[in-house]
């Protein structure tokens, strides 16, 4: 029994618990919102080209990757809603502190955004043969608004932990407020992460579309069915694609953005990123390191190295001095006060910033096999394009969890990281942050929360899985030519 009091009552376990039970929900959650955030105005232009062309093939494809969208979107909304609670629950102390600042985002991204995407999303299911077509076209353009919307807000939040502006701190109160609403908006943390994100969602969508595409078109092509592979799948799988290669450029160019920004705002983050531990001139990009990452600097040793390149990705120059992870920790007592370890994790740094770049190759390699297969015209049955498809699938949905991963964990011991720009009060250690709930019941609710989401997993596979073997139904190829005038008093039904 005072095994059990000690364990509910201890800080440092509270502590943990709460950081397991937010990065698991956070994680699970965000399986859901980069596909999402890209196929559902990838969704949109296929309706587009529907409209445009009267192509039915093109009304196939938008109901069947539609269909999938909305399983997506439904359990991306019923996994988010439990990450806002969380600030309420384990970490009041974080909300207390920054709620005046933190809060203004959230809440336009629940009355504006997601308000809009939920809304016209119930009206683009329901109204395919009640709304006139281009009423119908414009709801899903407005999905694909909103949910773009979403990310806008959601980022100008987590933009603010990792670089605070637009706040001061009032020492009466012990909190953060808010005093230029502007800033925060325009923060220039917030404006190289949404570009970066949004094209590492059309990464997903680019990848998951044209997987399920070269996936339908082998198949179809190996069962003697060219016309359809063609007709079809074909047009596809180029379109996803296209989306890969506008997707990965996309990537890298605002992913170069922020890794230089990052080295102004966190340079203890990015020297971590490279286990940089002593400054160098001229620094190098690490492609293996071995040595005692988990626990500290010693012992580590740089196997392979691309001389220069971190000087370069840090401000464009390959002889420039980059400060190390020892020396910065010097630094930051100095700046913050002795007693706390600065250093983030430097295994998870180092390894989540090379995963992330690692598991998009694997779309990029599906993206040149598949182009180069159908060029010209060409349909194929190669059975191990499919197989690449199918591996491509998944990673570059683990390329997003690596990149957060990273942007989180390489962030810590903040929870607000300070702001080498002068507004060094407005800074929060996550240790700060968590609130005074008992281990128990943080273990509790995650052991809930978990055989939840866990059947939420299989149910949202098995869906996802069911729907896309199945293919487009028969009914995809038809629907109502309704217009504004129209007398018909039929209530709308679920399209699908």
């Not at 329901?126 to 979403?150: E, Q, T, Y």
């Not at 100008?156 to 009466?172: D, F, K, L, R, T």
């Not at 194929?380 to 570059?396: E, F, N, R, V, Y």
């Not at 720009?421 to 008992?438: I, K, P």
Request: charged share 15%; with cysteine; hydrophobic share 50%.
């Amino acid at each position: 029994m005072e095994a059990l009091e000690l364990f509910a009552s201890s800080d440092a376990a509270s502590l943990g618990l709460a950081r397991w039970q937010f990065g698991i929900t956070t994680l699970y959650h965000y399986i859901f919102v980069p596909l999402t955030i890209g196929l559902a105005p990838m969704v949109a232009i296929m309706q587009t080209m529907w409209h445009k062309t009267g192509n039915e093939n093109w009304l196939k494809l938008t109901k069947f990757f539609g269909r999938l969208l909305i399983i997506n979107f439904v359990m991306g909304v019923a996994t988010g809603i439990v990450q806002e609670f969380q600030f309420g629950m384990n970490w009041s102390e974080y909300s207390r502190f920054v709620g005046d600042i933190f809060g203004a985002p959230l809440a336009i991204e629940g009355l504006a955004a997601f308000f809009l995407e939920s809304t016209f999303l119930g009206l683009w299911i329901f109204g395919w043969d009640k709304l006139p077509r281009r009423i119908h076209l414009a709801c899903i353009w407005l999905v694909a608004v909103g949910v773009n919307m979403s990310a806008l807000f959601i980022l100008a939040a987590n933009s603010w932990m990792q670089h605070p502006v637009g706040a001061i701190y009032n020492e009466a109160t012990g909190r953060a407020e808010l005093v230029d609403f502007g800033a925060v908006l325009t923060n220039s943390t917030l404006l190289a992460a949404v570009p970066h994100t949004i094209t590492a969602a059309w990464l997903v969508s680019g990848t998951f579309v044209a997987g399920i595409a070269v996936w339908w078109m082998v198949r179809k092509v190996r069962a003697g069915d060219k016309d359809t592979a063609r007709a079809l799948w074909r047009p596809a799988a180029i379109f996803g694609m296209v989306t890969i290669l506008l997707g990965g450029v996309g990537t890298a160019i605002s992913g170069d953005v922020q890794a230089k920004l990052m080295y102004e705002q966190q340079p203890m983050k990015m020297s971590s990123a490279e286990a940089l531990c002593e400054g160098e001139d001229g620094a190098a990009f690490s492609l293996l390191t071995i040595g005692d990452l988990p626990s500290s600097c010693e012992g580590v040793k740089h196997v392979l190295r691309i001389p220069g390149l971190t000087s370069f990705l840090a401000d464009g120059k390959f002889d420039s001095y980059l400060p190390g992870v020892e020396e910065l920790q010097r630094e930051y007592e100095q700046l913050y006060g002795e007693g706390v370890d600065y250093r983030p994790p430097l295994a998870i740094t180092y390894w989540s910033f090379r995963l992330m770049i690692g598991f998009g190759a694997f779309s990029a390699a599906l993206a040149a096999a598949g182009l180069w297969l159908t060029r010209k015209g060409r349909v194929t049955g190669a059975k191990w394009l499919s197989g690449i498809a199918l591996i491509a699938l998944p990673m570059p949905f683990l390329a997003n969890f690596a990149g957060w991963i990273f942007t989180e964990m390489g962030r810590q011991p903040w929870v607000v990281a300070p702001n080498p720009n002068g507004v060094d009060l407005v800074r929060m250690l996550t240790a700060d942050g968590v609130s005074t709930v008992s281990s128990l019941h943080v273990v509790t609710s995650l052991t809930v929360f978990t055989l939840l989401y866990g059947a939420l997993a299989v149910v949202w596979y098995k869906l996802m899985k069911r729907y896309t073997k199945a293919g487009p139904l028969e009914s995809d190829s038809q629907v109502a030519d309704v217009h504004a005038d129209s007398d018909d008093d039929a209530p709308m039904s679920f399209a699908y």
